[in-house]
Nanobody, 111 residues
């Protein structure tokens, strides 16, 4: 059973930064892509960002230019660096390597 473990969530003020980590229990190159989704209160889970085997990244429009996805191949870990956070970024953030999901980490942006 593949395990994905997210960490790095927390409570920050608007404009601040957070870096999320997703540790995968097996070689991340076994998956076509590894990505992040988020579920805001009362909403469905939405795509945030992903990185494929070739290193190509994709972002949803609302985080483009503020969030950066990267990976450490040796550690089988994917990172989501989030800058200029806004209250609308408040959500539970989930890491996924299809078809597997992590348990999520809470990000709250509030003054």
């Amino acid at each position: 059973q593949v395990q994905l473990v997210e960490s790095g969530g927390g409570l920050v003020e608007p404009g601040e930064s957070l870096k999320l980590s997703c540790s995968v229990s097996e070689n991340i190159f076994n998956f076509n892509s590894v990505g992040w989704y988020r579920r805001a209160p009362g909403k469905e889970r939405d795509f945030v960002a992903s990185i494929n085997v070739g290193g190509r990244t994709r972002y949803t429009d609302s985080v483009q230019g503020r969030f950066t996805l990267s990976r450490d191949n040796a550690k089988n870990t994917v990172y989501l660096q989030m800058h200029s956070l806004i209250p609308e970024d408040t959500a539970v953030y989930y890491c996924t390597a299809d078809p597997y999901w992590g348990q999520g980490t809470q990000v709250t942006v509030s003054s």
